[in-house]
């Protein structure tokens, strides 16, 4: 069963510097409801409280659920960041072009990105 996971839910709140105080103060929350969430006391938080953490912290509410099968690998610190590299995993094209653009200098990638921009432009329109 998906439940949420106090492991996950720190290590985002620890990789952005915030406390259980701080998170409180800017999402309106009660810090003993925060605490009680953070520390896994709370198993079952709202989903409106879960929106105002996620909103708070940068992330999506996916990022701090434990899934029965996750659907991304866990070196990830978020389901995001887990997806692409699969997706680039997965496609022996994208990881030439990953690879490649490792060793550009900065003048050299941000030619790259420009023609890639124009060309996602051009497909896009």
């Known amino acids: 069963m998906d439940e949420l996971s106090k492991e996950k839910l720190n290590i985002i709140k620890n990789s952005k510097n915030f406390t259980n105080a701080k998170i409180a103060e800017l999402t309106g929350i009660k810090l003993s409801t925060i605490d009680k969430i953070f520390s896994g006391a709370n198993k079952n938080p709202t989903l409106d409280t879960l929106k105002k953490i996620a909103k708070i912290l940068d992330c999506s509410i996916d990022d701090f659920i434990n899934y029965e099968e996750e659907p991304t690998s866990p070196y990830y610190l978020d389901r995001k960041t887990g997806e692409l ?14 690879d490649a653009s490792k060793d550009l200098s900065p003048e ?11 060309i996602k432009g051009n497909t896009n329109g």
């Open 108 to 118: 050299d990638l941000k030619t790259v990105i420009t023609i890639a921009q124009k």
């Open 85 to 98: 590299a699969q997706e680039i995993h997965d496609n022996p094209d994208l990881r030439i072009l990953l």
